[in-house]
């Protein structure tokens, strides 16, 4: 029966009751692989409808035959083609239903495993963040942890071992400058425990973190300041350190202090403890990155977590550079102390061409065939640090020279002497004051002088040599530099030399004007300390002087009354003083004259025999040949003068003769010989008494007849004014000269004129009446 055919709509599904026994055929296992996702979701759609419609299904004769046979089994040649689409339809009918139950339990299943992986990933989440959390938590116990265990050792080593090592015999030297600046780095770890213990907060405290990155914040300058000087003088530790263990019993005996000190350390150097400074101020960078790299990025403190890990790294390039210039300022501020052979030990080739280059850029700058560079900042600043040193070294000879005179004046003791005045108030209340003045406030005044003045101004003499030292190294680098700066390419050793320059410029320009600042202001400090000095030395000697007033005399005088007397007073005084001065200045450039022995009687004898007594001289300090025809001559030996010149007419060298050996000597050790008297010194005024005859010496007579003369032994006089002489038989003396009077009359016994002996000349006959019997 042929059963018309009608067409079927593409949204259209025709739903056939499937046997409960019917296995899914394998068209439709096919067609569930193939079909897509959305063509499931719209059978389910469809299925209700095609349900309630399965009563206008229609029935075919081939009923209850298997889908299997029908699209397995198909019929080689069909004669109606109804039958084989209605076959084909039955078939795609069963495919899709059996597709749409299996997509929906696979839709379940995926979903039920989306829900899974999503609470996995949810848990493996919170486990991550969880373990995240537990890892920034230990980090932050590690910072607290290791820098509270950090002070204890620091702490242990600059009290506990360094009080025991002062103890050691004899002490070490060197001792305290291995542990300097370690107070202040000791103190910033501290502060920095005690900003954290304040908040009372614990590590776990979501706002610890916090608090931890404002306190080293807080403290971050007070951190450089800190261990940029102790790592600048680590090197220092080092040296001084290496220098106990080369003496092996003190070192043995330091270990064993060290030991004993920390017992539960186990440490066996100082080393161990005065380098942890230099590892820690490194892990503090380490430590929070650490802590930022375990904390969440939504956490409240993190942007201020990253800053401060930014604020460490950075302080740490900061004492790096400090360091870099502190190695760079020690190795060229030192002074050293070289000897010719040291030096020409360190000429080569290397260093003499440098130093070619060097003068050969200077002249390029003085001739002006090469620019000079000009650095208008670091000119004032080295004009400037001149100055003060010129102030400095001036005010410090100053300060000496003062200290010097009032020593002087401490060392004359005249309260000691007695002035056989013991029943006058004022010796008695000089001699108090004066005591007073000398035991106990001029002293007290200079001790207070040299502390506070005197050690400052040297201690301040000493840091010039680093800065005159590092300005005079900028000028040498300065001309390397200028002439490798037009160079493209630098080399290894030119590129070092460019460094070293820059180097040392940067150092001088921001070390230079606080060096000046603080020197400056020491300077006025110690001007100032000096006129208190001064004021309190007033204060004390008015409050010494008002003691003893009422006892002095005049003191009840007005104050114009007692200036006068004040005045005459102090004239008075100088005016004896000036006769004493004088009369001792007399009696010091009297003539000396000295016994001699028999051996220098019998060649004054000869000389004299041979010279006459003019020309002997007296040898005043040993003479010692240096020259052909110079003699040897011991202090006091008798020459005679033969000539004032030697043969090229140099009058520093006489001829002399020595009792047979004739030669040269200096005119500066010879003095002309007197010879001494046997008479007594007599008094500056004589009386000779009357009826006393004599004969006089060297007198002539033509008559050679006895002539009645007043005779005296010789004496000393003093000249009363200037007398020039006028002829060979006199001489010229001035006002105040000492002469010997020889004879107190002419050869006529004339009383008016005297022969006199001078010191300037041999024996003459003066005549004048200018001399004071």
Same mark, same amino acid.
């Given at each position: 029966?042929?059963?018309?055919?009608?067409?079927?709509?593409?949204?259209?599904?025709?739903?056939?009751?499937?046997?409960?026994?019917?296995?899914?055929?394998?068209?439709?296992?096919?067609?569930?692989?193939?079909?897509?996702?959305?063509?499931?979701?719209?059978?389910?759609?469809?299925?209700?409808?095609?349900?309630?419609?399965?009563?206008?299904?229609?029935?075919?004769?081939?009923?209850?035959?298997?889908?299997?046979?029908?699209?397995?089994?198909?019929?080689?040649?069909?004669?109606?083609?109804?039958?084989?689409?209605?076959?084909?339809?039955?078939?795609?009918?069963?495919?899709?239903?059996?597709?749409?139950?299996?997509?929906?339990?696979?839709?379940?299943?995926?979903?039920?495993?989306?829900?899974?992986?999503?609470?996995?990933?949810?848990?493996?989440?919170?486990?991550?963040?969880?373990?995240?959390?537990?890892?920034?938590?230990?980090?932050?116990?590690?910072?607290?942890?290791?820098?509270?265990?950090?002070?204890?050792? #620091?702490?242990?080593?600059?009290?506990?071992?360094?009080?025991?090592?002062?103890?050691?015999?004899?002490?070490?030297?060197?001792?305290?400058?291995?542990?300097?600046?370690?107070?202040?780095?000791?103190?910033?770890?501290?502060?920095?425990?005690?900003?954290?213990?304040?908040?009372?907060?614990?590590?776990?405290?979501?706002?610890?973190?916090?608090?931890?990155?404002?306190?080293?914040?807080?403290?971050?300058?007070?951190?450089?300041?800190?261990?940029?000087?102790?790592?600048?003088?680590?090197?220092?530790?080092?040296?001084?350190?290496?220098?106990?263990?080369?003496?092996?019993?003190?070192?043995?005996?330091?270990?064993?202090?060290?030991?004993?000190?920390?017992?539960?350390?186990?440490?066996?150097?100082?080393?161990?403890?005065?380098?942890?400074?230099?590892?820690?101020? @490194?892990?503090?960078?380490?430590?929070?990155?650490?802590?930022? $790299?375990?904390?969440?990025?939504?956490?409240?403190?993190?942007?201020?977590?990253?800053?401060?890990?930014?604020?460490?790294?950075?302080?740490?390039?900061?004492?790096?550079?400090?360091?870099?210039?502190?190695?760079?300022?020690?190795?060229?501020?030192?002074?050293?102390?070289?000897?010719?052979?040291? $030096?020409?030990?360190?000429?080569?080739?290397?260093?003499?061409?440098?130093?070619?280059?060097?003068?050969?850029?200077?002249?390029?700058?003085?001739?002006?065939?090469?620019?000079?560079?000009?650095?208008?900042?670091?000119?004032?600043?080295?004009?400037?640090?001149?100055?003060?040193?010129?102030?400095?070294?001036? #005010?410090?000879?100053?300060?000496?020279?003062?200290?010097?005179?009032?020593?002087?004046?401490?060392?004359?003791?005249?309260?000691?002497?007695?002035?056989?005045?013991?029943?006058?108030?004022?010796?008695?209340?000089?001699?108090?004051?004066?005591?007073?003045?000398?035991?106990?406030?001029?002293?007290?005044?200079?001790?207070?002088?040299?502390?506070?003045?005197?050690?400052?101004?040297?201690?301040?003499?000493?840091?010039?040599?680093?800065?005159?030292?590092?300005?005079?190294?900028?000028?040498?680098?300065?001309?390397?530099?200028?002439?490798?700066?037009?160079?493209?390419?630098?080399?290894?050793?030119?590129?070092?030399?460019?460094?070293?320059?820059?180097?040392?410029?940067?150092?001088?320009?921001?070390? #230079?004007?606080?060096?000046?600042?603080?020197?400056?202001?020491?300077?006025?400090?110690?001007?100032?300390?000096?006129?208190?000095?001064?004021?309190?030395? @007033?204060?004390?000697?008015?409050?010494?002087?008002?003691?003893?007033?009422?006892?002095?005399?005049?003191?009840?005088?007005?104050?114009?009354?007692?200036?006068?007397?004040?005045?005459?007073?102090?004239?008075?005084?100088?005016?004896?003083?000036?006769?004493?001065?004088?009369?001792?200045?007399?009696?010091?450039?009297?003539?000396?004259?000295?016994?001699?022995?028999?051996?220098?009687?019998?060649?004054?004898?000869?000389?004299?025999?041979?010279?006459?007594?003019?020309?002997?001289?007296?040898?005043?300090?040993?003479?010692?040949?240096?020259?052909?025809?110079?003699?040897?001559?011991?202090?006091?030996?008798?020459?005679?003068?033969?000539?004032?010149?030697?043969?090229?007419?140099?009058?520093?060298?006489?001829?002399?003769?020595?009792?047979?050996?004739?030669?040269?000597?200096?005119?500066?050790?010879?003095?002309?010989?007197?010879?001494?008297?046997?008479?007594?010194?007599?008094?500056?005024?004589?009386?000779?008494?009357?009826?006393?005859?004599?004969?006089?010496?060297?007198?002539?007579?033509?008559?050679?007849?006895?002539?009645?003369?007043?005779?005296?032994?010789?004496?000393?006089?003093?000249?009363?004014?200037?007398?020039?002489?006028?002829?060979?038989?006199?001489?010229?003396?001035?006002?105040?000269?000492?002469?010997?009077?020889?004879?107190?009359?002419?050869?006529?016994?004339?009383?008016?004129?005297?022969?006199?002996?001078?010191?300037?000349?041999?024996?003459?006959?003066?005549?004048?009446?200018?001399?004071?019997?």
């Amino acid at each position: 029966m042929e059963v018309p055919r009608r067409p079927q709509p593409s949204t259209f599904t025709l739903a056939l009751p499937k046997p409960a026994s019917s296995a899914l055929s394998p068209l439709g296992a096919l067609q569930k692989v193939a079909m897509k996702k959305p063509m499931t979701e719209k059978l389910q759609e469809k299925d209700g409808s095609t349900e309630e419609n399965q009563c206008e299904e229609e029935t075919f004769s081939t009923a209850e035959e298997s889908d299997v046979s029908v699209f397995v089994e198909a019929p080689a040649e069909t004669s109606e083609p109804v039958d084989s689409n209605a076959s084909a339809v039955d078939s795609k009918l069963s495919s899709q239903d059996s597709f749409s139950e299996e997509s929906s339990i696979s839709e379940e299943r995926l979903a039920q495993e989306a829900e899974e992986a999503k609470k996995k990933s949810e848990e493996e989440e919170a486990a991550a963040k969880e373990r995240a959390a537990q890892r920034q938590l230990l980090a932050i116990e590690e910072l607290v942890q290791s820098e509270r265990n950090y002070l204890r050792l #620091l702490q242990v080593s600059t009290v506990t071992i360094r009080s025991n090592l002062q103890k050691l015999q004899p002490p070490l030297a060197n001792l305290d400058s291995m542990f300097l600046y370690i107070e202040e780095v000791i103190n910033v770890s501290s502060r920095l425990l005690s900003l954290l213990d304040q908040k009372h907060v614990r590590p776990g405290d979501p706002l610890f973190l916090e608090t931890l990155c404002d306190s080293f914040l807080s403290l971050s300058s007070d951190i450089e300041a800190a261990y940029k000087e102790y790592l600048a003088n680590y090197n220092h530790i080092t040296v001084v350190e290496n220098s106990y263990k080369q003496k092996e019993g003190l070192w043995n005996e330091v270990v064993r202090v060290i030991k004993a000190s920390a017992p539960e350390v186990n440490a066996t150097s100082l080393s161990f403890f005065l380098v942890m400074p230099v590892q820690r101020i @490194a892990r503090y960078p380490l430590l929070l990155q650490t802590i930022q $790299k375990h904390t969440d990025r939504a956490h409240p403190a993190y942007a201020l977590l990253e800053q401060t890990a930014h604020t460490s790294v950075a302080l740490n390039c900061r004492i790096n550079e400090y360091k870099r210039f502190r190695e760079v300022a020690d190795k060229y501020k030192k002074t050293e102390t070289l000897t010719i052979k040291d $030096k020409i030990n360190r000429f080569n080739s290397h260093s003499i061409a440098k130093k070619t280059a060097r003068l050969s850029q200077q002249i390029k700058h003085e001739t002006g065939i090469a620019p000079k560079l000009v650095d208008e900042e670091f000119d004032a600043l080295e004009g400037f640090f001149y100055v003060l040193e010129h102030g400095i070294l001036e #005010l410090l000879e100053n300060v000496e020279t003062y200290l010097h005179h009032l020593q002087g004046f401490l060392a004359c003791k005249t309260e000691e002497f007695d002035f056989d005045m013991d029943g006058e108030k004022a010796p008695i209340c000089y001699k108090e004051i004066t005591t007073a003045l000398r035991q106990w406030i001029l002293p007290t005044f200079e001790k207070r002088m040299r502390t506070l003045i005197h050690k400052p101004l040297c201690a301040l003499r000493d840091l010039l040599v680093g800065p005159r030292n590092l300005i005079r190294k900028r000028l040498d680098k300065l001309l390397d530099y200028e002439v490798i700066e037009a160079k493209s390419n630098l080399s290894y050793e030119e590129q070092a030399v460019a460094n070293t320059y820059r180097t040392i410029n940067t150092l001088l320009l921001n070390e #230079l004007p606080q060096f000046n600042g603080v020197a400056l202001q020491m300077i006025w400090s110690m001007l100032g300390t000096f006129s208190c000095l001064h004021k309190d030395l @007033a204060s004390d000697m008015e409050q010494l002087f008002q003691s003893f007033a009422q006892q002095l005399p005049h003191s009840s005088l007005g104050p114009g009354a007692f200036w006068e007397w004040a005045d005459s007073a102090v004239l008075e005084g100088a005016r004896r003083l000036e006769t004493l001065c004088r009369s001792v200045e007399e009696t010091l450039y009297a003539p000396a004259v000295q016994p001699l022995s028999p051996s220098s009687q019998h060649r004054l004898k000869q000389l004299t025999d041979k010279h006459g007594s003019g020309k002997i001289y007296q040898v005043i300090g040993t003479v010692v040949g240096s020259r052909d025809l110079d003699l040897n001559l011991a202090k006091g030996e008798l020459v005679a003068l033969i000539s004032e010149t030697d043969t090229r007419g140099d009058k520093r060298r006489w001829l002399v003769d020595a009792g047979g050996r004739r030669g040269y000597a200096p005119s500066s050790k010879l003095i002309r010989y007197h010879q001494p008297t046997e008479y007594p010194p007599p008094s500056p005024h004589p009386t000779l008494p009357e009826g006393v005859t004599g004969i006089r010496r060297h007198s002539y007579s033509p008559e050679s007849r006895p002539v009645t003369v007043r005779s005296q032994p010789c004496f000393q006089v003093l000249a009363a004014y200037d007398f020039t002489a006028r002829g060979n038989h006199e001489v010229s003396v001035g006002a105040g000269e000492p002469v010997r009077v020889l004879e107190p009359h002419d050869k006529r016994g004339n009383p008016e004129w005297s022969l006199v002996e001078s010191r300037r000349c041999e024996l003459l006959p003066l005549t004048g009446t200018s001399f004071i019997f």
